[in-house]
């Protein structure tokens, strides 16, 4: 999952900074209202929330606009829109598997959008099921890797159920099961020490490694359906090695 991994925490950095910054806020608004529309606007009582804030933080969304995503999702304001999450299926160039995940108040709007993006950029949509069974479920956390060893991040998550701790370069990456994943993030704060994101996410089961080309369409791929309003989040089974992600970057 390295190249994977490594790919998609190099490309958050530098959209917090560059010229889509905007849309980025927008999806991860969007999660601050769904959570707290499903589990009410406590953060202190509903972990999801707490974690949907954090990470709007860390990607310095303004205050201002996580304060009025939270009362519009639990209701204290008017306006909010009524999400429901989809997911789809399909294949991408090199016969790469792609799980596309939208947060979206208009189904046929996300369809065309997500199938627009797909057919546009060599992929394919595929029946339920025929791709979500390469990737499991589980819990995320990042962390800035500043002076911490690896050893000094597994003392503390060990006991919090973490299954393995991965070094992404700039990061440390600690996999969970998915109810472990607030156990996780707890012991790190509990540590005294900072992280960037707590997600439930889909790693794969088998990869597809790619040479520069394969690489380049993917993320083309990747980017294009990113891009749409309607798609929260985009997993993939590709790998990449650190040489080729140098020449694609």
């Known amino acids: 999952m390295s190249g994977h991994s490594k790919w998609a925490t190099t490309k958050h950095k530098k959209a917090v900074i560059d010229a889509r910054r905007g849309k980025m806020f927008a999806k991860l608004i969007k999660n601050i209202e769904v959570a707290a529309r499903t589990g009410g606007g406590d953060p202190d009582a509903n972990p999801t929330l707490y974690d949907a804030i954090q990470k709007a933080k860390k990607s310095s969304v303004p205050n201002d606009n996580i304060d009025r995503a939270l009362k519009r999702g639990s209701g204290a304001d008017a306006g909010g829109a009524e999400y429901q999450s989809i997911t789809y299926e399909g294949y991408g160039p090199n016969g790469v598997a792609v799980l596309i995940e939208c947060l979206t108040d208009n189904r046929n709007r996300a369809a065309t959008e997500v199938r627009t993006a797909m057919t546009r950029n060599g992929g394919t949509m ?4 025929s791709v979500a069974y390469l990737f ?3 819990g995320v956390v990042l962390l ?5 060893s690896e050893d000094d991040v597994l003392m503390a998550v060990l006991d919090a159920g973490a299954e393995e701790v991965n070094d992404l370069g700039e990061s440390w990456e600690v996999v969970s099961e998915p109810g472990d994943v607030v ?11 900072d992280y960037d ?3 439930l996410t889909f790693i794969p089961s088998m990869q597809v490694e790619l040479d520069v080309e394969g690489a380049k369409k993917i993320f083309r791929l990747i980017e294009a359906l990113e891009d749409s309003d309607e798609v929260q989040n985009v997993w993939s089974n590709f790998d990449v090695s650190d040489e080729v992600m140098a020449e694609v970057s």
């Open 144 to 148: 800035p890797k500043g002076e911490l």
């Open 197 to 199: 994101s707590a997600d």
């Open 126 to 129: 595929a029946d339920p099921g």
């Open 136 to 138: 499991a479920r589980k």
């Open 183 to 193: 156990d996780v993030r707890t012991a790190l704060q509990q540590n005294e020490i």
